[in-house]
Nanobody, 116 residues
Framework: LQVVESGGGSVEAGGSLRLSCVAS????????IAWFRQAPGKEREGVSC????????LYADSVKGRFTISRDNVRNTVYLQMNSLKPEDTAVYYC??????????WGQGTQVTVSS
C-alpha cells in the first residue's frame, strides 16, 4: 500500500504548481482522497478532498477559487492544481486515502515554498 506525492517546489507569489498523488496496492476508486498541509509550527490542516468517483469536492476557505482537485481513476492519480499561490500556502503537502472520513494511507509529503 503506497501513496506518493510529487510536484512540489519553490515559486514566487502569484505562481502555480500542480501536485500529484499516485496510489498503489489498494482499490483506488473505492477511496476518497484528501490533501492536507502542515506549515512549520502550525497544526496540520485539510486543504481539499475528492470523493471516490470524483463527483464531490471540498475546499478549505483559504484555498477556494485558487486550488482545484481532480482525479484520474485509470491512472490511480489525484491532482491538486494550485494557482495564485501566496506565501501563506508554504507548507509540506500530504496526500491521504480514506474511507468514510478516516484517512488511513498517507504519503511522505512534498514541500511547497512560495516566496513574496
Amino acid at each position: 500500500l503506497q501513496v506518493v506525492e510529487s510536484g512540489g517546489g519553490s515559486v514566487e507569489a502569484g505562481g502555480s504548481l500542480r501536485l500529484s498523488c499516485v496510489a498503489s496496492g489498494f482499490r483506488f476508486d473505492d477511496y476518497a482522497i484528501a490533501w492536507f498541509r502542515q506549515a512549520p509550527g502550525k497544526e496540520r490542516e485539510g486543504v481539499s478532498c475528492i470523493g471516490n468517483s470524483g463527483g464531490g469536492t471540498l475546499y478549505a476557505d483559504s484555498v477556494k477559487g485558487r486550488f482545484t482537485i481532480s482525479r484520474d481513476n485509470v491512472r490511480n492519480t489525484v491532482y491538486l492544481q494550485m494557482n495564485s499561490l501566496k506565501p501563506e500556502d508554504t507548507a509540506v503537502y500530504y496526500c491521504a486515502a480514506g474511507l468514510l472520513g478516516k484517512y488511513d494511507y498517507w504519503g511522505q509529503g512534498t514541500q511547497v515554498t512560495v516566496s513574496s
